[in-house]
């Protein structure tokens, strides 16, 4: 089992950027995929991207392709999202999420993922 922990939302001004972080407990972190989901208000819950520790290449969606990026550290056991480029349409809260298995590419349904954190907010003004 794995605790997710986010940290790093905030308010910004669009065209900013923020950097956000999953931290998980536990052993044998590098075992999980990990996925990034944004939830706007008033709209379901949708998939940004993920990693996991397979060789694959970090995924993104398309629509944050070029602004946002995945990276993990496995001896720190974290999985950071940077966001550059904010636009007020990223405006949501942001969660990370975690399915035991190395899985490529990071499936983008959340109900693959048993593992969820708190969320943090992110807020773009424009």
């Known amino acids: 089992q794995v605790q997710l922990v986010e940290s790093g939302g905030g308010s910004v001004q669009a065209g900013g950027s923020l950097r956000l972080s999953c931290a998980g407990s536990?052993?044998?972190?590098?075992?999980?995929?990990i996925g990034w989901f944004r939830q706007a208000p008033g709209k379901e819950r949708e998939f940004v991207g993920g990693?996991?520790?397979?060789?694959?290449?970090?995924h993104v969606v398309d629509y944050v392709k070029g602004r946002f990026t995945i990276t993990g550290d496995n001896a720190k056991n974290t999985v950071s999202l940077q966001m550059n480029s904010l636009k007020p349409e990223d405006t949501a809260v942001y969660y990370c999420?975690?399915?035991?298995?190395?899985?490529?590419?990071?499936?983008?349904?959340?109900?693959?993922?048993?593992?969820w954190g708190q969320g943090t907010q992110v807020a773009v003004s424009s």
């Open positions: 999420a975690a399915k035991y298995d190395r899985t490529w590419p990071p499936p983008a349904r959340e109900y693959a993922y048993a593992y």
């Open positions: 536990g052993r044998s972190f590098s075992m999980y995929t």
């Open positions: 990693m996991s520790w397979t060789g694959g290449s970090p």
